[in-house]
């Protein structure tokens, strides 16, 4: 096992490695940016290293000084978290040169799996059910022409190298379909130095859902069940949940064997996630592999009672994975909210609540300064629970308890979303949140009770 880890990563998720490396008897160093000298992170870990300014390319994305530090500190690996560098194939690629392991699966992999239609190949060769579009990347205006004809519009561009709903468009008629394809390129190539494009058919309002797996290096794969992430914002996911409301057994049984699978054929080896996105019909389709921890890794740790964490750096240090599919229990229902920052500021008056089946993961303490310069995320609150309407009402409790001042935030949103009739219900799509979100505003200051509920 690892003696010494480098966390090249902030917030709440370099605690959470923090935490999870104490466990397990391993010492921390951690790199910060002048903006976090005093961070939770920084006082937490056995080693705090400076390596630059707040903006994020001179600090947390600057591989080089990342790597001299791991160097000098001694450590044994680098745990990327998520975000920054965890998909990048060549900062993957400059650990392993320098003996580092990389916390991750290897650079191969990460690329391979970072270029979209490529994956999209490998899965389709494998029996792996992808939306109907190209094969190939459209090399012309005319391909896209041809293509978007054969699988029937709307459609959707999508750039190979892309991420984060950059490079995307819809087109629902052919006549758009220049304009959106010139766009879509010029997109990606400034976001992505990459102007690879191909295109799906568009399915409109799909339930995004998604499987965490666990693979090692000895070809074992196992799956830790769904979360459905269908509420977003501009495609940033705001509250996950698992078990996924309203699928059959049948049905998520076929989705987590197609995760698998998806594992298997791309030799996977750590956890990462595979991302589907289901129609009206329940027909479901991957869209992409995630070859990283994701944010939201602990409502799948609340029902499967499986550190992925741990797992991850178990698996990356060349154990072999101490559980089974047959061994896979999951059992009872989790959601998590995001918590963000409107603006920057300082905590003042926080009271982060907790009890029965509550669990929060924040780096936030009173004084803290909330700066503009990272991602606006700053607290999780995942709630278990046996049924789905007692997950409800603890959350309910735990934003009522909840006290941030000093900054605005989304939690009184949050708070009303509860009562929307279609949440109660388990019943929404990725359109929810566009169609829904001025109404729940609307309701901010009201008291919303039960018996409003049904
Ligand atoms: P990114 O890596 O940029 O997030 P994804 O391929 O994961 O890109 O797509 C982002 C979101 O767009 C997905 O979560 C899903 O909600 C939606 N999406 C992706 N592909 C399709 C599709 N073919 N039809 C409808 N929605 C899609």
């Given at each position: 096992?690892?003696?010494?880890?480098?966390?090249?990563?902030?917030?709440?998720?370099a605690?959470?490695?923090?935490?999870?490396?104490?466990?397990?008897?391993?010492?921390?160093?951690?790199?910060?940016?002048?903006?976090?000298?005093?961070?939770?992170?920084v006082?937490?870990?056995?080693?705090?290293?400076?390596?630059?300014?707040?903006?994020?390319?001179?600090?947390?994305?600057?591989?080089?000084?990342i790597?001299?530090?791991?160097?000098?500190?001694?450590?044994?690996?680098?745990?990327?978290?998520?975000?920054?560098?965890?998909?990048?194939?060549?900062?993957?690629?400059?650990?392993?040169?320098h003996?580092?392991?990389?916390?991750?699966?290897?650079?191969?992999?990460?690329?391979?799996?970072?270029?979209?239609?490529?994956?999209?190949?490998?899965?389709?060769?494998?029996?792996?059910?992808?939306?109907?579009?190209?094969?190939?990347?459209?090399?012309?205006?005319?391909?896209?022409?041809?293509?978007?004809?054969?699988?029937?519009?709307?459609?959707?561009?999508k750039?190979?190298?892309?991420?984060?709903?950059?490079?995307?468009?819809?087109?629902f008629?052919?006549?758009?379909?220049a304009?959106?394809?010139k766009?879509?390129?010029?997109?990606?190539?400034?976001?992505?130095?990459?102007?690879?494009?191909y295109?799906?058919?568009?399915?409109?309002?799909?339930?995004?859902?998604?499987?965490?797996?666990?693979?090692?290096?000895?070809?074992?794969?196992?799956?830790?069940?769904?979360?459905?992430?269908?509420?977003?914002?501009?495609?940033?996911?705001?509250?996950?949940?698992?078990?996924?409301?309203?699928?059959?057994?049948?049905?998520?049984?076929?989705?987590?064997?197609?995760?698998?699978?998806?594992?298997?054929?791309?030799?996977?080896?750590?956890?990462?996630?595979?991302?589907?996105?289901?129609?009206?019909?329940?027909?479901?389709?991957?869209?992409?592999?995630?070859?990283?921890?994701?944010?939201?890794?602990?409502?799948?740790?609340?029902?499967?009672?499986?550190?992925?964490?741990?797992?991850?750096?178990?698996?990356?240090?060349?154990?072999?994975?101490?559980?089974?599919?047959?061994?896979?229990?999951?059992?009872?229902?989790?959601?998590?909210?995001?918590?963000?920052?409107?603006?920057?500021g300082?905590?003042?008056?926080?009271?982060?609540?907790?009890?029965?089946?509550?669990?929060i993961?924040?780096?936030?303490?009173?004084?803290?300064?909330?700066?503009?310069?990272?991602?606006?995320?700053?607290?999780?609150?995942?709630?278990?629970?046996?049924?789905?309407?007692?997950?409800?009402?603890?959350?309910?409790?735990?934003?009522?308890?909840?006290?941030?001042?000093?900054?605005?935030?989304?939690?009184?949103?949050l708070?009303?979303?509860?009562?929307?009739?279609?949440f109660?219900?388990?019943?929404?799509?990725?359109?929810?949140?566009?169609?829904?979100?001025?109404?729940?505003?609307?309701?901010?200051?009201?008291?919303?009770?039960?018996?409003?509920?049904?």
């Amino acid at each position: 096992m690892f003696k010494r880890i480098l966390i090249a990563n902030r917030g709440e998720i370099a605690l959470r490695i923090i935490r999870c490396a104490r466990e397990m008897d391993i010492e921390t160093v951690v790199v910060y940016s002048t903006a976090d000298k005093d961070s939770l992170p920084v006082m937490g870990a056995n080693y705090a290293v400076c390596i630059g300014p707040e903006s994020p390319a001179k600090s947390y994305l600057n591989q080089d000084a990342i790597i001299e530090t791991a160097l000098r500190m001694e450590c044994d690996a680098i745990h990327p978290g998520y975000g920054f560098l965890s998909e990048n194939a060549e900062f993957a690629s400059k650990c392993e040169e320098h003996n580092i392991t990389f916390i991750g699966p290897s650079s191969e992999l990460i690329s391979k799996m970072g270029d979209k239609q490529e994956a999209r190949k490998l899965m389709m060769e494998n029996g792996v059910r992808v939306v109907p579009g190209s094969k190939e990347i459209i090399k012309s205006l005319k391909e896209a022409k041809e293509v978007a004809k054969e699988i029937g519009y709307p459609v959707l561009i999508k750039a190979s190298a892309g991420g984060g709903g950059r490079g995307m468009r819809k087109v629902f008629e052919e006549k758009d379909l220049a304009k959106m394809f010139k766009m879509a390129k010029a997109e990606a190539k400034a976001a992505f130095a990459n102007d690879d494009m191909y295109i799906e058919k568009l399915v409109i309002n799909p339930r995004h859902i998604e499987v965490q797996i666990l693979a090692d290096k000895y070809g074992n794969v196992v799956s830790l069940g769904e979360r459905d992430c269908s509420i977003q914002k501009n495609n940033q996911k705001m509250l996950e949940e698992s078990p996924a409301c309203g699928l059959s057994d049948e049905k998520r049984r076929e989705i987590s064997d197609m995760a698998i699978l998806a594992g298997k054929v791309s030799g996977y080896n750590s956890v990462g996630t595979c991302e589907f996105i289901l129609d009206k019909d329940e027909n479901f389709y991957f869209i992409e592999m995630n070859t990283r921890i994701q944010v939201e890794h602990p409502v799948t740790e609340a029902v499967s009672d499986v550190d992925l964490i741990r797992q991850q750096i178990r698996v990356a240090a060349g154990l072999k994975l101490d559980i089974k599919n047959e061994d896979v229990e999951l059992r009872g229902h989790a959601i998590e909210f995001r918590i963000c920052a409107k603006t920057p500021g300082v905590i003042k008056n926080l009271h982060i609540p907790s009890g029965f089946g509550v669990r929060i993961e924040t780096h936030l303490y009173n004084g803290y300064e909330i700066t503009p310069f990272y991602d606006p995320m700053i607290a999780k609150v995942i709630v278990r629970g046996r049924s789905r309407l007692e997950v409800i009402r603890r959350l309910r409790r735990v934003l009522e308890e909840m006290v941030i001042d000093g900054v605005e935030t989304n939690v009184a949103f949050l708070h009303q979303l509860t009562y929307h009739p279609d949440f109660l219900k388990g019943s929404y799509d990725t359109g929810f949140y566009e169609k829904e979100h001025s109404k729940i505003e609307s309701w901010i200051g009201e008291v919303l009770t039960l018996s409003k509920d049904a």
